[in-house]
């Protein structure tokens, strides 16, 4: 096996990725432009999107860093919206895609139509969730976003399913299509729930961070292969169980956290990073098997009114979910946030499609059941990437500005640097007194000075947020917090140096040199993450 392909993807998506961070543009877009780029150059290997690989390998593990880094008590206030996104518009947006497709393309079937709007239903919040924090979108609004994206690829799925099912000739039918898409949503969540306890148990009783991580690197993928053993949705399951993990994380320690949030981070960097590369990769792929088959100039306009419809269709769907619910419901005004259009037109215009439209792509059968080739399978494949790539271009590119000409409301850091330092006063408070029971027993006695190093450690985290509310120092621009954070650094720095010379100097050795290291990166990591 030549590991050279991988590894040159992998390497050169890290490197986009990384000189993206540098630019205005969303990473993203900069990998799937430098796929487009690189597929053009000669020698380049075919990178054909195996789903066999992408669904059950890169799609657990994105959707369960995704999950953790999302708020179950934010998506449980916005869940009818969330509902309505990755439900409703998943279907609306199978059955007017596909009608459009089947109008607009001559000999196409109404079912092989239908599978291309399956395919093109699910919109990747990835892309657009980066933008929307970096420019301070209302939090409202990137729940909605990352909510949408966790369990829309669920309803895509089992509606391309029930799609190829009718197109091959399995005479699937509408209440058969129905029972399947409950089946498949009822048994994926059941999974996830029936998971997620003995996980989390299992979780909080190994004692080594290593068997932890171990443990958490392995959760995605069990998650999902359960699931679809016994045709439930592996995304639901995965969703589920990663909800539930994450609102729970507090109860592993603190090194475990440290070490799973780093191996996460690393994770998602690397599998977003090449899965975007992949994506402007598949550009020889999709027109080897097109050219031989339609003209280049037909093909083109069929991929254009597809991608105006696909724009067109999430504007129909997202305006009137916001609003009418609002106006024919007393219930919903009462218990909701009042939407604003501004936000609708983002959600609306955020709507780029993914690695995972192109993964069920790559999977729509080559023959139906008589042994006859799948009704213009090559134009499905062609017109399905270059709709992802439209969106991820257009919208992409142009999200952005659209957030700045809106003008949203940003956030105040006073106001949230207030409630920060609200809840620190309140958990230290707690914690002193806590401090103070424990030294009235005998068992916890402790000398003076290291008593009034524990109680100085508790005022300084209080402190020190009030004081990032105060006056910065005029020669630096620096609170008092930020400076004590750049001298701490300093003198951990200077102690690192120490133990390295001692180590030169065969004072001490390497493994207690790693143990002394450690310790310092422990202290410098919490120094950076909390207020000291």
Request: hydrophobic letters at 50%; glycine letters at 6%.
């Amino acid at each position: 096996m030549d590991v050279m392909p991988l590894l040159s993807l992998v390497a050169g998506s890290a490197a986009v990725a990384g000189a993206a961070r540098r630019t205005p543009v969303p990473a993203p877009l900069l990998l799937v432009a430098a796929g487009l780029a690189v597929s053009a150059l000669p020698g380049v290997p075919a990178y054909t999107l195996d789903p066999g690989v992408v669904l059950p390998l890169l799609l657990p593990p994105l959707l369960y860093t995704s999950t953790r880094d999302s708020s179950y008590l934010g998506l449980r206030a916005h869940l009818r919206a969330v509902a309505l996104l990755s439900v409703g518009y998943v279907l609306f947006a199978t059955f007017v895609v596909g009608w459009a497709a089947y109008l607009l393309v001559p000999g196409l079937p109404l079912t092989a139509a239908m599978v291309l709007g399956a395919v093109v239903a699910p919109p990747d919040a990835v892309a657009a969730t980066a933008v929307a924090r970096r420019l301070g979108l209302p939090s409202r609004v990137t729940t909605i976003l990352q909510g949408e994206s966790l369990f829309n690829d669920a309803t895509a799925i089992t509606a391309y399913k029930v799609a190829v099912a009718a197109a091959v000739g399995e005479g699937a039918t509408w209440a058969g299509g129905v029972m399947e898409f409950l089946v498949a949503a009822v048994g994926g969540v059941g999974i996830g729930l029936v998971l997620m306890a003995p996980l989390d148990w299992l979780r909080t009783h190994l004692r080594e961070p290593l068997l932890q991580n171990t443990l958490s690197l392995l959760i995605p993928f069990a998650a999902y292969g359960v699931a679809e053993q016994v045709d439930a949705s592996g995304v639901l399951a995965v969703v589920t169980v990663a909800l539930y993990l994450g609102h729970r994380a507090w109860e592993v320690d603190f090194a475990t956290r440290l070490q799973e949030e780093a191996v996460w981070k690393m994770v998602a960097f690397v599998l977003e990073s090449s899965v975007f590369a992949l994506i402007g990769l598949q550009l020889p792929v999709v027109l080897e098997g097109l050219l031989r088959t339609h003209a280049g100039a037909e093909a083109a306009w069929y991929a254009i009114a597809v991608f105006l419809v696909v724009v067109a269709t999430r504007f129909m769907w997202v305006y009137p979910a916001t609003f009418l619910p609002r106006m024919l419901f007393r219930r919903v005004r009462e218990r909701e946030e009042n939407p604003t259009w501004k936000g609708a037109m983002v959600t609306s215009w955020a709507g780029m499609r993914g690695v995972v439209s192109l993964a069920i792509a790559f999977s729509i059968p080559a023959v139906l059941h008589d042994g006859a080739p799948f009704p213009k399978r090559d134009l499905l494949l062609f017109l399905a990437f270059t709709t992802v790539i439209g969106t991820l271009v257009v919208q992409g590119l142009t999200l952005p500005p659209l957030i700045r000409l809106l003008r949203f409301p940003g956030r105040s850091p006073q106001e949230e640097t207030l409630a920060e330092a609200n809840a620190q006063a309140q958990a230290s408070l707690a914690a002193e007194r806590r401090l103070e029971d424990l030294l009235r027993d005998e068992r916890n006695a402790l000398p003076q000075p290291l008593v009034d190093r524990l109680r100085a450690a508790l005022e300084r985290r209080r402190n020190s947020v009030w004081e990032r509310l105060g006056q910065t120092d005029p020669a630096t621009g620096e609170s008092a917090d930020d400076t004590y954070r750049r001298l701490f650094r300093e003198v951990i720095g200077a102690e690192r140096e120490v133990f390295v010379r001692l180590r030169d100097k065969r004072y001490i050795d390497d493994e207690m040199l790693r143990t002394l290291l450690r310790r310092l990166d422990l202290e410098e990591a919490v120094a950076h993450r909390e207020p000291l």
